[in-house]
Every structure is written in structure tokens, then in C-alpha cells.
């Protein structure tokens, strides 16, 4: 978990309410990753970042996730309207510096009811 | 079919055994090579990082991959009851930079 901050940690909501999920690396990082994990489906990447720009999101399942990165050292997924299929875990992730991979956050878990 | 395959396991061993973990994958471009432990509730954790074939060491880990069978492993010496998690691998064509193509994870339990 070292490195990056995910807020909030565990997130229930309703179906139909908009939900969004921070990442804040501890330092700034220019390549910054969006992961979702389900018992059914395992680890998933999503969307993920270079130098802020998004260059794969191929994996954001719906129109109803987006994922912003402003600048290095901030990150947001918002799901709207949430529904409870949705309901995962979601990491954030970013690339190291020291062995060309990546790092992970401690995760946030989201249950839409 | 998937690009990696992992068995899910369970897998209970007592300790002091020796664990091999396991995956293959269908991409011949991938070149690098990890593996993740992730405890209950946390996020995965690097443990080991292989760029290419070959063996790494560790500690009481070893990563071997063999890129002519598709195949890559980690072996577990001495296990302990806190080596008890699920251990995922994880490949890339070109480095952490870009996305990672995780297996579904082996769920391991090491019991005293």
C-alpha cells in the first residue's frame, strides 16, 4: 500500500446515487492506474494514465464510470448513476521507481444496494 | 480463453513445506513478469519482479519463468503461517508503464 491514498475506504450506496472514488499518490507520479477486483471476475485494469492523459480505458465497463486525472498527484473514478453490479473493490495504482511495475493502494470497497 | 491462467486453489500445506505457485499464459510478447501476495482486505503487494526468463531469489522466494513453455512459477521455502494469503501473477508486454494482465489469484493457507 505503500504510496498512494485511497479515500474513502469503504463506501455503501444506493443505487442510482453517484459515487466517486479519490486516489492521491504520496508523490507525484505521472502513470496512475484504475483496477477493479470481484470474486468473479478477479483483478480488471480499467482505465489507466501517462503524464495525466488517459490512454487505455478500454476496460471501464459503461458510460456510467469516468475517470479524471487533473494533475500527478490526484485521481477520480465516479460511477453515475451506481448500480449493484458495480459493487467491488477498486484500486488505485501507480508505476514504481525503483522496479519498472506497479504499486498498489490499500483499495476502496464499494457496495451498491 | 484467458491470457493467464492461475489455478485458484485452495492450497493448504503445513508449515515448513515447500509451495510452488504456478501460471501460463497464452501471450508470447509478454516480457515481464510479477507476482503480487495480497492478504485479506489489503492491496496486492509486489513481491517478486522477473523481466524476461530465468530465475530469481529472494529470501525464501523464487520466481522462475519459462517463456519457451509459457509457464512461470514461485516457490515458497519454509513456509509460514504468515505467508498464508492469495498470491496473484501478473504479466506485461512493456513494463509497469502499461497495463498489467493479472491471473486470478491462488489463495494459500499455511497451517502450523
Known amino acids: 500500500d505503500a504510496g498512494v491514498i485511497q479515500s474513502p475506504r469503504h463506501e455503501v450506496t444506493e443505487m442510482g446515487q453517484e459515487v466517486t472514488l479519490r486516489c492521491k499518490p504520496i508523490s507525484g507520479h505521472n502513470s496512475l492506474f484504475w483496477y477493479r477486483q470481484t470474486m468473479m471476475r478477479g483483478l480488471e485494469l480499467l482505465i489507466y494514465f501517462n503524464n495525466n492523459v488517459p490512454i487505455d480505458d478500454s476496460g471501464m465497463p459503461e458510460d456510467r464510470f469516468s475517470a479524471k486525472m487533473p494533475n500527478a498527484s490526484f485521481s477520480t473514478l465516479k460511477i453515475q448513476p451506481s448500480e449493484p453490479r458495480d459493487s467491488a473493490v477498486y484500486f488505485c495504482?501507480?508505476?514504481?521507481?525503483?522496479?519498472?511495475?506497479?504499486?498498489f493502494g490499500p483499495g476502496t470497497r464499494l457496495t451498491v444496494l | 480463453q484467458k491470457e493467464v491462467e492461475q489455478d485458484p486453489g485452495p492450497l493448504s500445506v503445513p508449515e515448513g513445506a515447500i509451495v510452488s505457485l504456478n501460471c501460463t499464459y497464452s501471450n508470447s510478447a509478454f516480457q515481464y513478469f510479477m507476482w503480487y501476495r495480497q492478504y485479506s482486505r489489503k492491496g496486492p503487494e509486489l513481491l517478486m519482479y522477473?523481466?524476461?526468463?530465468g530465475n530469481k531469489e529472494d529470501g525464501r522466494f523464487t520466481a522462475q519463468v519459462d517463456k519457451s513453455s509459457k509457464y512461470i512459477s514461485l516457490f515458497i521455502r519454509d513456509s509460514q503461517p504468515s505467508d498464508s494469503a492469495t498470491y496473484l501473477c501478473a504479466m506485461s508486454v512493456s513494463g509497469g508503464y502499461n497495463k498489467l494482465i493479472f491471473g486470478a489469484g491462488t489463495r494459500l493457507a499455511v497451517h502450523p
Open positions: 522477473t523481466y524476461s526468463s
Open positions: 495504482a501507480i508505476h514504481g521507481t525503483s522496479t519498472d511495475t506497479q504499486y
